[in-house]
């Protein structure tokens, strides 16, 4: 199986990826295809498909900023079950972020990422596919290590409609089990820096992040 960086929307593996996301993901969760262009030439944002056969079974998007010495796992996508994709694509992804961590002359800090919570929301059936129930995935993160922050979260749908989408948690893995909570002014900085490429914010997400600024720090609960 191949772990193949996916940089311009030309490429005839990204077809089969948007696809394959269009499949997985409610609307509200994908980015039209003309919109990709510059997020996939961004040289910060970072698309990986995992090849078996030529097809396109398995893909992860993620970011790392030098600045923050943080990373955010935008998606994870595992389309068929007995591939051991999961692991593929989890152990590939870390080890590409342990490398720019060492090139940012640093030991990653962690990693965000947002997380369904299937006991708020059960309608989400990611396309039928099992492995990707949230259920299922949550329970995996959680085994990787991420806890989730203790807020109230919302963000902007990728429409830019100005909708607010909620029954998701702002989770975070740190890669230290000494680390129990986050820095607020870190978690909004984050978030207004991950979300500016929407101009079409909803209230309910300024509100969040506005509260999210009045405090000092964050916990990090059990998922």
Known sequence: MEYKRISNIEDPNFKKLHDLMGKIFPPEEVLDYELWKEPLEDPSIRVFVAIDDEQVVGATEYRYYPDWNIAMTDFTIISKPGLSLG???????LKDLQMLAKENEKELFGMFAEIYDPYRVEHHEFGGVKVMDPYVRREVLSHLGYNRLDLAYVHPSW?????????????F??????????????????LTTYYSVLSNKPKEWLNMVEKIGNKETIELLPL
């Open 173 to 190: 893995m740190p890669t230290s089990d000494e680390v129990h909570s986050l820095p607020a002014a870190l978690v909004k900085d984050f």
């Open 159 to 171: 429409e830019n409609n100005g909708e607010a989408v909620s029954g998701l948690d702002l989770c």
């Open 87 to 93: 692991r593929f694509l989890a152990q590939n992804r």
